[in-house]
């Protein structure tokens, strides 16, 4: 397991639940330390213990070595040059099992695609795990279900069973642009929410922002060759509310700071983990506009996170687009 931050400690809980021996990996020594001496993160999720089959090192070597299945959780924007020094140790046929939710900056690319080019893996090789998985919650063990995306279907399969315990619940699905999408737009849509809500705004305005935030990333989605029907299932729909939804989300958090009125920075200074949707905002509007897809929740968090517009002139700027068909 490489990354210890939120959603890696508690994936790496799920795998040892599953019945897995997991071998966590830290980039912090004193945190590799911690969780071997105490069997928690003193940073992050503190209060959970990880279980007994999770041990942790600060060598990625040693975490990947001899491993079938080396699950990904850092940030998305880090996740390229993270597996170029990585990628020498991966064993012969393992699964790479993709955690993140973000699209990368300047090539556009999903984290899978660059996973492929960054480790020189088949792309068969690759699973994404999406859902509605707050981490805090399922450390809790609160029950949870997810989805195990995979052109593989094999693979899939054979992941979903490494990750089921009595309080996660994973299902399988071969559309692997669908899931991934769905994963990283509703951050975006997250940000728009949490906006909302600090300005003060109501249910029509929230329930019109998930509805038509997902409109617009099934648009994208079939655009780039998804499934439609993926976006109804927990790495579509399921993600999209549950994050709105939740207090816990850092994007909706961070979202929430921009509608109080704090610039980026100040934002930025108030948010201690990591929240994907503020720079994926800017590949995913590059990603829609050079496909010809209309994203205009999208564009409205960019220009208010990257281009100091008011909230309030946002709202008004999609209030005012040209009426259409549903
Ligand atoms: N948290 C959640 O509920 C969920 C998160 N996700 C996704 O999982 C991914 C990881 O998020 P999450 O674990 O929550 O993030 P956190 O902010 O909680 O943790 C980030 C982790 O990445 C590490 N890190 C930071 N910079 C680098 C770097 N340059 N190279 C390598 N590692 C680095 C941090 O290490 P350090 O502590 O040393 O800074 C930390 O271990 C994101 O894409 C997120 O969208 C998906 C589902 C649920
Ligand atoms: O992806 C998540 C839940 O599925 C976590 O969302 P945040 O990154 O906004 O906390």
Redesign the pocket.
């Known amino acids: 397991m490489?990354?210890?931050?939120?959603?890696?400690?508690?994936f790496a809980k799920i795998l040892g639940d599953a019945g897995n021996d997991v071998v966590l990996w830290?980039?912090?020594p004193e945190?590799a330390a911690a969780i071997r001496d105490t069997g928690r993160n003193p940073?992050?999720l503190e209060n959970t213990p990880l279980g007994e089959r999770v041990t942790a090192t600060a060598s990625a070597t040693e975490a990947i070595k001899g491993a079938e299945l080396v699950v990904l959780?850092?940030?998305?924007q880090?996740l390229r040059?993270?597996l170029g020094d990585w990628a020498a140790d991966l064993t012969e046929d393992s699964t790479l099992v993709s955690?993140?939710?973000?699209i990368e900056l300047g090539t556009t690319q999903r984290?899978s695609q660059v996973i492929v080019e960054a480790a020189r893996v088949a792309p068969d090789r690759v699973a994404v795990v999406?859902?509605p998985?707050?981490?805090?919650e399922?450390a809790l063990e609160q029950p949870a279900a997810t989805v195990v995306a995979c052109s593989d279907i094999d693979r899939a399969t054979r992941v979903q069973h490494a990750i089921t315990t009595p309080y996660f619940r994973p299902y399988t699905n071969d559309d692997v642009v669908g899931c991934e999408l769905g994963?990283a737009v509703k951050?975006v849509i997250a940000l728009a929410f949490g906006i909302a809500h600090a300005m003060g705004l109501g249910d029509n305005t929230k329930a019109m922002l998930i509805t038509r935030g997902l409109a617009e990333t099934a648009r994208l989605g079939v655009a780039l060759g998804a499934d439609p029907l993926t976006f109804s299932g927990l790495a579509g729909l399921g993600?999209l509310v549950g994050t709105c939804m939740s207090p816990?989300?850092?994007?909706r958090t961070f979202g929430e700071h921009l509608g109080r009125g704090k610039s980026l920075e100040q934002a930025q200074a108030a948010t201690?983990?990591?929240a994907?949707g503020v720079k994926s905002c800017l590949a995913i509007r590059d990603l829609a506009r050079s496909h010809g897809v209309e994203m205009p929740i999208t564009e409205q968090v960019e220009r208010v996170c990257h281009e100091g517009v008011d909230p309030k002139v946002a709202v008004a700027a999609l209030m005012s687009r040209s009426t259409k068909a549903e």
């Open positions: 490489l990354g210890a931050g939120s959603w890696g400690s508690a830290a980039r912090r945190i940073e992050y959780a850092v940030p998305s880090t040059v993270n955690l993140m939710k973000g984290m999406s859902g998985n707050l981490a805090g399922i994963g951050n993600d816990l989300s850092r994007n201690r983990y990591t994907e």
